[in-house]
């Protein structure tokens, strides 16, 4: 009996599990702009992704698997209302593989599986 093909679907597909914390945030400053919470790190990384205007976010295969494509989804439909021209830069990796999804704001890279902020230390990223 033949079967109909099916399309390939993206891991995660269905919800942002991973960073979901950041799409929070983001549309917390999109409802207020003073909604920033000053001891949270992803508020705060939320809010210069704002006001940068652009961000780094990696394609890469752990990212992939760790649902970067719903990820970033959700993040272009909270910040379009925002920031109308805002620029995304696919990115083949950020060098944190298995913490990812991962985004780079300036040199600030949030880690979507663990929720947190670091500081880019490589010297040679621009």
């Known amino acids: 009996m033949p079967t109909e093909p099916t399309q390939?679907?993206?891991?995660?597909?269905?919800s942002v599990p991973n960073g979901s914390v950041l799409v929070d945030a983001v549309r917390r400053l999109a409802a207020d702009p003073n909604a920033v919470?000053?001891?949270?790190?992803?508020?705060?990384?939320?809010?210069?992704?704002?006001?940068?205007?652009k961000a780094a976010r990696c394609v890469g295969t752990s990212?992939?698997?760790?649902?970067?494509?719903?990820?970033?989804?959700?993040?272009?439909?909270a910040v379009a209302p925002i920031v109308a021209d805002f620029q995304w830069t696919d990115?083949?990796?950020?060098?944190?593989?298995?913490?990812?999804?991962?985004?780079?704001?300036?040199?600030?890279?949030?880690?979507?599986?663990?929720?947190?902020?670091?500081t880019d230390t490589r010297t040679w990223v621009s």
């Open 8 to 14: 390939p679907s993206e891991p995660n597909d269905a």
């Open 37 to 53: 919470d000053p001891a949270s790190p992803v508020d705060g990384f939320a809010a210069r992704l704002l006001a940068a205007g």
């Open 63 to 77: 990212c992939r698997m760790h649902g970067a494509a719903p990820l970033h989804r959700a993040l272009a439909d």
């Open 91 to 118: 990115v083949g990796c950020l060098a944190r593989c298995g913490h990812g999804p991962n985004l780079r704001v300036d040199r600030e890279i949030f880690r979507g599986l663990d929720r947190c902020v670091e």
